[in-house]
Protein backbone atom coordinates (compact mmCIF):
# COMPACT_ATOMS: atom_id res chain seq x y z
CA UNK A 1 0.00 0.00 0.00
CA UNK A 2 2.68 2.48 0.53
CA UNK A 3 3.78 1.84 -2.93
CA UNK A 4 0.23 2.31 -4.55
CA UNK A 5 0.24 5.83 -2.12
CA UNK A 6 3.59 7.33 -3.08
CA UNK A 7 2.41 6.80 -6.46
CA UNK A 8 -0.73 8.79 -5.75
CA UNK A 9 1.23 11.50 -3.78
CA UNK A 10 3.75 11.78 -6.87
CA UNK A 11 1.09 12.44 -9.20
CA UNK A 12 -0.77 14.92 -6.91
CA UNK A 13 2.06 17.14 -6.60
CA UNK A 14 2.66 17.03 -10.55
CA UNK A 15 -1.08 17.88 -10.71
CA UNK A 16 -0.97 20.28 -8.22
CA UNK A 17 2.21 21.66 -10.04
CA UNK A 18 0.03 22.41 -13.09
CA UNK A 19 -3.30 23.13 -11.62
CA UNK A 20 -4.83 24.82 -14.71
CA UNK A 21 -4.36 21.35 -16.56
CA UNK A 22 -6.07 20.33 -13.18
CA UNK A 23 -9.36 22.67 -13.57
CA UNK A 24 -10.17 22.76 -16.94
CA UNK A 25 -11.29 19.20 -17.35
CA UNK A 26 -14.15 20.42 -14.70
CA UNK A 27 -14.59 23.44 -16.74
CA UNK A 28 -14.86 21.62 -19.86
CA UNK A 29 -17.42 19.07 -18.45
CA UNK A 30 -19.74 22.67 -17.15
CA UNK A 31 -19.63 23.54 -20.83
CA UNK A 32 -20.61 19.78 -22.36
CA UNK A 33 -23.26 19.65 -19.88
CA UNK A 34 -25.07 23.07 -20.35
CA UNK A 35 -24.82 22.42 -24.18
CA UNK A 36 -26.36 19.54 -23.70
CA UNK A 37 -28.94 20.31 -21.73
CA UNK A 38 -30.03 22.76 -24.28
CA UNK A 39 -29.35 20.87 -27.33
CA UNK A 40 -31.79 18.64 -25.53
CA UNK A 41 -34.35 20.73 -26.45
CA UNK A 42 -34.35 20.36 -30.15
CA UNK A 43 -35.02 16.45 -29.76
CA UNK A 44 -39.30 16.09 -29.03
CA UNK A 45 -39.81 15.14 -25.65
CA UNK A 46 -43.28 13.10 -26.58
CA UNK A 47 -40.47 10.53 -28.13
CA UNK A 48 -37.92 9.35 -25.21
CA UNK A 49 -35.44 6.85 -26.16
CA UNK A 50 -35.57 3.57 -25.44
CA UNK A 51 -32.33 2.42 -22.98
CA UNK A 52 -32.32 -0.61 -21.49
CA UNK A 53 -36.41 -1.57 -21.05
CA UNK A 54 -36.41 2.06 -19.76
CA UNK A 55 -38.22 5.17 -21.64
CA UNK A 56 -35.61 7.74 -20.79
CA UNK A 57 -35.24 11.39 -21.99
CA UNK A 58 -32.40 12.35 -24.45
CA UNK A 59 -30.35 14.73 -21.63
CA UNK A 60 -30.63 12.04 -19.57
CA UNK A 61 -29.59 9.10 -21.62
CA UNK A 62 -26.56 11.35 -23.13
CA UNK A 63 -24.81 12.91 -19.63
CA UNK A 64 -25.02 9.05 -17.81
CA UNK A 65 -23.27 8.16 -21.05
CA UNK A 66 -20.55 11.04 -21.59
CA UNK A 67 -19.68 10.33 -17.97
CA UNK A 68 -18.84 7.08 -17.65
CA UNK A 69 -17.07 6.96 -21.11
CA UNK A 70 -14.98 9.59 -19.14
CA UNK A 71 -13.96 6.88 -16.70
CA UNK A 72 -13.77 4.25 -19.04
CA UNK A 73 -10.84 6.67 -20.83
CA UNK A 74 -9.18 7.55 -17.94
CA UNK A 75 -9.01 3.52 -17.63
CA UNK A 76 -7.98 2.88 -20.96
CA UNK A 77 -5.16 5.75 -21.45
CA UNK A 78 -4.02 6.42 -17.64
CA UNK A 79 -1.26 3.62 -17.71
CA UNK A 80 0.04 4.69 -21.18
CA UNK A 81 0.05 7.77 -20.46
CA UNK A 82 1.58 8.41 -17.12
CA UNK A 83 4.94 5.68 -18.45
CA UNK A 84 5.45 8.01 -21.46
CA UNK A 85 5.40 10.93 -19.08
CA UNK A 86 7.87 9.31 -17.50
CA UNK A 87 9.98 7.76 -20.67
CA UNK A 88 10.40 11.54 -20.97
CA UNK A 89 11.18 12.61 -17.67
CA UNK A 90 14.26 10.03 -17.82
CA UNK A 91 12.73 8.14 -14.31
CA UNK A 92 11.13 5.10 -16.44
CA UNK A 93 14.37 3.15 -16.24
CA UNK A 94 14.89 3.75 -12.91
CA UNK A 95 11.60 2.56 -11.80
CA UNK A 96 11.56 -0.52 -13.38
CA UNK A 97 14.87 -0.75 -11.96
CA UNK A 98 13.87 -1.16 -8.34
CA UNK A 99 12.34 -4.33 -6.57
CA UNK A 100 8.58 -3.11 -7.06
CA UNK A 101 6.51 -5.77 -8.95
CA UNK A 102 5.45 -4.73 -12.69
CA UNK A 103 1.74 -5.21 -11.24
CA UNK A 104 2.22 -2.25 -8.72
CA UNK A 105 3.78 0.20 -10.70
CA UNK A 106 0.96 -0.61 -13.81
CA UNK A 107 -1.66 -0.04 -11.07
CA UNK A 108 0.18 3.18 -9.46
CA UNK A 109 0.46 4.53 -12.29
CA UNK A 110 -2.76 4.98 -13.55
CA UNK A 111 -4.37 4.68 -9.53
CA UNK A 112 -4.61 9.18 -9.60
CA UNK A 113 -6.38 9.31 -13.22
CA UNK A 114 -8.64 6.60 -11.84
CA UNK A 115 -9.28 8.84 -8.53
CA UNK A 116 -9.94 11.57 -10.76
CA UNK A 117 -11.72 9.98 -13.18
CA UNK A 118 -14.36 9.18 -10.14
CA UNK A 119 -14.41 12.28 -8.75
CA UNK A 120 -15.19 13.70 -12.53
CA UNK A 121 -18.28 11.11 -12.89
CA UNK A 122 -19.54 12.39 -9.70
CA UNK A 123 -19.32 16.31 -11.10
CA UNK A 124 -20.90 15.71 -14.03
CA UNK A 125 -23.90 14.35 -12.17
CA UNK A 126 -23.48 17.22 -9.92
CA UNK A 127 -23.71 19.94 -12.75
CA UNK A 128 -26.29 17.63 -14.77
CA UNK A 129 -28.68 18.11 -11.82
CA UNK A 130 -28.53 22.13 -11.98
CA UNK A 131 -29.83 21.73 -15.22
CA UNK A 132 -32.32 19.38 -14.73
CA UNK A 133 -31.48 15.74 -14.47
CA UNK A 134 -33.27 13.45 -11.96
CA UNK A 135 -32.29 9.81 -11.22
CA UNK A 136 -33.96 7.70 -9.28
CA UNK A 137 -33.25 4.37 -7.15
CA UNK A 138 -30.46 3.99 -8.86
CA UNK A 139 -28.99 0.05 -9.06
CA UNK A 140 -25.82 -0.10 -6.76
CA UNK A 141 -25.07 -3.26 -7.34
CA UNK A 142 -25.48 -3.22 -11.00
CA UNK A 143 -23.36 -0.12 -10.93
CA UNK A 144 -20.66 -1.87 -8.93
CA UNK A 145 -20.30 -4.45 -11.00
CA UNK A 146 -20.30 -2.96 -14.39
CA UNK A 147 -18.07 -0.45 -12.85
CA UNK A 148 -15.47 -3.47 -11.83
CA UNK A 149 -15.70 -4.89 -14.95
CA UNK A 150 -15.72 -1.87 -17.33
CA UNK A 151 -12.74 -0.68 -15.51
CA UNK A 152 -11.03 -4.20 -15.43
CA UNK A 153 -11.87 -4.68 -19.21
CA UNK A 154 -10.78 -0.88 -20.47
CA UNK A 155 -7.33 -1.34 -17.99
CA UNK A 156 -6.29 -4.38 -19.97
CA UNK A 157 -6.74 -2.95 -22.98
CA UNK A 158 -4.46 0.09 -21.57
CA UNK A 159 -2.16 -1.95 -20.21
CA UNK A 160 -1.38 -3.19 -23.55
CA UNK A 161 -0.99 0.65 -24.88
CA UNK A 162 1.53 0.80 -22.18
CA UNK A 163 3.31 -2.30 -23.44
CA UNK A 164 3.40 -0.29 -26.73
CA UNK A 165 5.19 2.85 -25.13
CA UNK A 166 7.58 0.70 -23.99
CA UNK A 167 8.86 -1.65 -27.21
CA UNK A 168 8.08 1.66 -30.22
CA UNK A 169 8.41 4.67 -27.90
CA UNK A 170 5.56 6.18 -29.40
CA UNK A 171 2.46 7.29 -28.26
CA UNK A 172 0.21 4.74 -27.91
CA UNK A 173 -2.59 4.29 -30.65
CA UNK A 174 -5.00 3.89 -27.71
CA UNK A 175 -6.64 7.68 -28.56
CA UNK A 176 -7.77 6.00 -31.50
CA UNK A 177 -10.58 4.18 -29.59
CA UNK A 178 -11.69 7.17 -27.14
CA UNK A 179 -12.39 9.63 -29.95
CA UNK A 180 -15.38 10.14 -32.37
CA UNK A 181 -15.01 6.76 -33.86
CA UNK A 182 -15.96 5.09 -30.17
CA UNK A 183 -18.72 7.69 -29.84
CA UNK A 184 -20.29 7.18 -33.35
CA UNK A 185 -20.43 3.25 -32.49
CA UNK A 186 -20.37 2.80 -28.93
CA UNK A 187 -24.47 4.80 -28.82
CA UNK A 188 -22.77 7.81 -26.75
CA UNK A 189 -25.03 10.28 -28.43
CA UNK A 190 -27.71 7.97 -29.91
CA UNK A 191 -28.79 4.33 -29.82
CA UNK A 192 -26.51 1.70 -31.61
CA UNK A 193 -30.29 0.65 -33.07
CA UNK A 194 -29.69 3.29 -35.57
CA UNK A 195 -26.64 2.53 -37.55
CA UNK A 196 -26.28 0.17 -39.90
CA UNK A 197 -26.41 -3.54 -39.16
CA UNK A 198 -22.50 -3.71 -40.20
CA UNK A 199 -21.76 -1.25 -37.77
CA UNK A 200 -23.97 -2.37 -35.17
CA UNK A 201 -21.90 -6.07 -34.82
CA UNK A 202 -18.85 -3.66 -34.98
CA UNK A 203 -20.71 -2.21 -32.27
CA UNK A 204 -21.03 -5.51 -30.60
CA UNK A 205 -17.49 -5.94 -30.46
CA UNK A 206 -16.79 -3.17 -28.48
CA UNK A 207 -15.98 -3.53 -24.76
CA UNK A 208 -17.13 0.33 -24.05
CA UNK A 209 -20.70 -0.52 -25.32
CA UNK A 210 -21.26 -3.24 -23.27
CA UNK A 211 -19.81 -1.12 -20.35
CA UNK A 212 -22.38 1.76 -21.16
CA UNK A 213 -25.20 -0.50 -21.96
CA UNK A 214 -24.39 -1.58 -18.16
CA UNK A 215 -24.59 2.03 -16.73
CA UNK A 216 -27.47 3.02 -18.17
CA UNK A 217 -29.21 0.49 -17.16
CA UNK A 218 -27.88 0.46 -13.33
CA UNK A 219 -28.26 4.39 -13.30
CA UNK A 220 -32.10 3.77 -14.21
CA UNK A 221 -32.71 1.30 -11.51
CA UNK A 222 -33.19 -1.58 -14.17
CA UNK A 223 -32.82 -4.62 -13.24
CA UNK A 224 -29.38 -6.92 -13.49
CA UNK A 225 -30.86 -9.88 -16.01
CA UNK A 226 -32.00 -6.99 -18.51
CA UNK A 227 -28.03 -6.36 -19.36
CA UNK A 228 -26.81 -9.62 -18.11
CA UNK A 229 -25.91 -10.46 -22.04
CA UNK A 230 -23.49 -7.09 -21.59
CA UNK A 231 -22.33 -8.42 -18.15
CA UNK A 232 -21.31 -11.72 -19.35
CA UNK A 233 -19.77 -10.31 -22.56
CA UNK A 234 -17.25 -8.22 -20.41
CA UNK A 235 -16.48 -10.73 -17.69
CA UNK A 236 -15.26 -12.73 -20.59
CA UNK A 237 -13.35 -10.47 -22.21
CA UNK A 238 -11.82 -8.99 -18.82
CA UNK A 239 -10.48 -12.81 -18.05
CA UNK A 240 -9.33 -13.21 -21.68
CA UNK A 241 -7.27 -9.84 -21.87
CA UNK A 242 -6.01 -9.49 -17.83
CA UNK A 243 -3.36 -12.35 -18.39
CA UNK A 244 -2.78 -11.80 -22.16
CA UNK A 245 -2.20 -7.79 -21.02
CA UNK A 246 0.02 -8.83 -18.19
CA UNK A 247 1.87 -11.45 -20.43
CA UNK A 248 2.69 -8.58 -23.22
CA UNK A 249 3.62 -6.23 -20.56
CA UNK A 250 6.39 -8.13 -18.95
CA UNK A 251 7.71 -9.88 -22.29
CA UNK A 252 8.56 -6.46 -23.69
CA UNK A 253 9.61 -4.74 -20.08
CA UNK A 254 12.03 -7.56 -19.93
CA UNK A 255 12.95 -7.22 -23.81
CA UNK A 256 13.79 -3.67 -23.07
CA UNK A 257 15.94 -4.24 -20.18
CA UNK A 258 17.93 -7.00 -22.35
CA UNK A 259 18.37 -4.22 -25.03
CA UNK A 260 18.83 -1.23 -22.32
CA UNK A 261 16.47 0.68 -24.34
CA UNK A 262 14.23 1.60 -21.31
CA UNK A 263 15.65 4.75 -21.50
CA UNK A 264 15.34 5.74 -24.83
CA UNK A 265 12.66 7.68 -25.51
Known sequence: MHVLLAFVTRDIRLALSYPM????????????VAGFAYMARLVNPAAPLQSSGHQ??????????????????????????SLRRDQYAGTLEAMFATRIHYGFITVGSGLWPMLLG????AFYFLIAGLFGLRLHDVNIGALALFTLL?????SALGIVAAAVVIRFKQSPPSALFVGGGAVLLTGVLFPIRLLPVP??????????????????AAMLGESLS?????LIWLAVATAL???????????WIEQAKFDGTLAAY
Open 199 to 216: LQIVSWLLPMTHALNGFR
Open 150 to 154: GVACM
Open 118 to 121: IVQV
Open 56 to 81: VGYFTYVVINLAFMLLLTSALQSVAQ
Open 21 to 32: SLVMPFVSIVIT
Open 226 to 230: LVAPD
Open 241 to 251: LLPVSALVFTR
